[in-house]
């Protein structure tokens, strides 16, 4: 059964920094792409980083390149969001997504974790 | 990047109503075109991928159609399980955007 569960979340003051985390499970992490979306309190998805199923290429959304790195450890199958000079608009639920290998779809999803940028 | 639009932002419809929301990019993203489902509290669910391919386990009243700019996700007879907010979400060209979301609503 696949799984991703996020962890790492809280709330940070501006300017802070911030780790996140996705482990999955029922498959493995270096064959697929994957990305973080999130969700600003009542509003909608927001694509914000991903990486290719080998690894090599990494890709940001405008909002957050240069203070947000995607990375992964495949020995153990998790997905990181590391995040610095954290905003209030960077308030949100993120969500890591797993691509299916056919296209950019995402077939499956965490259940998330919160972030609170507030001084 | 290529910029999403659904039409409309939300609806108010009845059980057994036939519903369909419109999305339209802002080039042509052939079929590279998915669907969600999000309900209140949960992490959005994949309804639609490739433009017209139902996921697993979605039920058959669930379709969706177009190709180039636009693109429709219609519901054939809305159940009460169906009320949500709906997000399309173009993989032509990174970085992938979605729509921003229609919300279907009890009438």
């Known amino acids: 059964e696949v799984r991703l569960l996020e962890s790492g979340g809280g709330l940070i003051q501006p300017g802070g920094s911030l780790r996140l985390s996705c482990a999955v499970s029922g498959f493995t992490l270096s064959s697929y792409a994957m990305s973080w979306v999130r969700q600003a309190p009542g509003k909608g998805l927001e694509w914000i980083s991903g990486?290719?199923?080998?690894?090599?290429?990494?890709y940001y959304a405008d909002s957050v390149k240069g203070r947000f790195t995607i990375s992964r450890d495949k020995s153990k199958n998790t997905l990181y969001l590391q995040m610095k000079s954290l905003r209030v608009e960077d308030t949100a639920l993120y969500y890591c997504?797993?691509?299916?290998?056919?296209?950019?779809?995402?077939?499956?999803w965490g259940q998330g974790t919160l972030v609170t940028v507030s001084s | 990047d290529i910029q999403m639009t659904q039409t409309p932002s939300s609806l108010s419809a009845f059980v057994g109503d036939r519903v369909t929301i419109t999305c339209r990019a802002s080039?042509?993203?052939?079929?590279?075109l998915n669907w969600y489902q999000q309900k209140p509290g949960k992490a959005p669910n994949l309804l639609i991928y490739?433009?017209?391919s139902l996921q697993s386990g979605v039920p058959s009243r669930f379709s969706g159609s177009g190709s180039g700019t636009d693109f429709t996700l219609t519901i054939s007879s809305l159940q009460p399980e169906d009320f949500a907010t709906y997000y399309c979400q173009q993989s032509y060209s990174n970085p992938w955007t979605f729509g921003q979301g229609t919300k279907v609503e009890m009438k």
């Open positions: 990486i290719s199923g080998s690894g090599d290429s990494t």
């Open positions: 080039q042509r993203i052939s079929t590279y």
């Open positions: 490739a433009t017209s």
């Open positions: 997504a797993k691509e299916h290998f056919s296209g950019g779809w995402y077939d499956y």
